[in-house]
């Protein structure tokens, strides 16, 4: 229980820090983006500048969570507060989705009146080679962090980092080729960066919901569970396992069959021993058994 603590501990420290660093970095380039995106009249920055806005916005609803989700169990939740990340998680997914569909019914207003479309100044070319660079280092380092302590939610963020890298790829692209004498491009690069937004908050959101619904986990990991709790000397079988998750860790229950002349000190310390080896396996915070007996004269 106290690796447990620590662990949880390391992970809120680990996601404070590293989401307050994505929050300068964010800071700085949504002033730059948008001033620059303004002047220069490139709709492709601007709609960049304001997916960094929705950076800035995840990362709060991050530092909130991992705040509250590093408690322990109190008089109110009785399963401690992991599913604080996931609800983020979800309301991360959210605000991608929006914004988005924002960015794409702008482009397409702008994609209906051509003639409108000015030449952008070659600022913004300069303005989105920055916020290319500083995004994709910005997501190399939280995808570290995020797997070092194993947190779903810092990887969604991170990966919101890396999406934000590749908005800013396709807006360099856009400004360039605007640049060259092909004014659509700016406004087309914009849809695209809203497409992939939205598309990157669909896939947060749907897996958020799964989880937040209590869908069992994946049928691989479901199966080396399976594996480790028939293979625990003294089980003679399992049924009805179960399982769901809670943030990033998984709860389990199962009903293990055991030989019906056993005492109930022999099957708690056999429960025990199945319990053991699936939390020191796999991501489990833990395994609520039951003991069913069976005559084991009749299985052999």
Not at 10 to 24: C, D, L, M, P
Not at 205 to 211: K, Q, R, V
């Amino acid at each position: 229980m106290k690796a447990d603590q620590t662990h949880h501990q390391e992970r809120s420290r680990a996601g404070k820090h590293s989401t307050w660093i994505s929050v300068g970095v964010n800071l700085l380039l949504v002033v730059l983006q948008l001033t620059v995106g303004f002047i220069a009249k490139s709709q492709a920055l601007v709609a960049d500048a304001i997916h960094s806005l929705s950076d800035l916005i995840s990362d709060f609803i991050v530092l909130v969570a991992n705040k509250h989700s590093s408690k322990g169990v109190d008089d109110d939740h009785h399963y401690g507060h992991l599913r604080y990340e996931t609800a983020a998680t979800l309301a991360i997914g959210v605000i991608l989705i929006g914004v988005g569909l924002g960015m794409l019914w702008n482009a397409a207003g702008s994609l209906q009146n051509p003639d409108q479309i000015a030449v952008v100044h070659p600022a913004a070319l300069v303005v989105a080679c920055i916020a290319l660079l500083s995004k994709e280092l910005l997501f190399r380092y939280m995808l570290k962090v995020a797997k070092r302590v194993q947190s779903t939610m810092l990887v969604a963020n991170a990966w919101h980092a890396r999406s934000d890298a590749a908005s800013s790829l396709i807006v360099s692209l856009g400004v360039l080729a605007n640049l060259c004498g092909f004014p659509l491009a700016d406004p087309l690069a914009a849809a695209l960066v809203g497409l992939m937004v939205a598309r990157m908050g669909w896939k947060f959101s749907i897996n958020a919901f799964h989880d937040l619904t209590d869908k069992a986990i994946d049928t691989a990991t479901e199966a080396r569970i399976h594996a480790l709790l028939v293979n625990t000397p003294g089980v003679q079988g399992i049924h009805d396992l179960r399982t769901r998750k809670l943030g990033d860790m998984i709860w389990v229950e199962v009903d293990i069959e055991m030989d019906a002349t056993l005492s109930i000190a022999e099957g708690h310390a056999i429960a025990s021993e199945a319990k053991r080896r699936v939390m020191q396996a796999e991501p489990v915070l833990d395994v609520t058994t039951h003991f069913d007996p069976v005559d084991v004269s009749e299985i052999r």
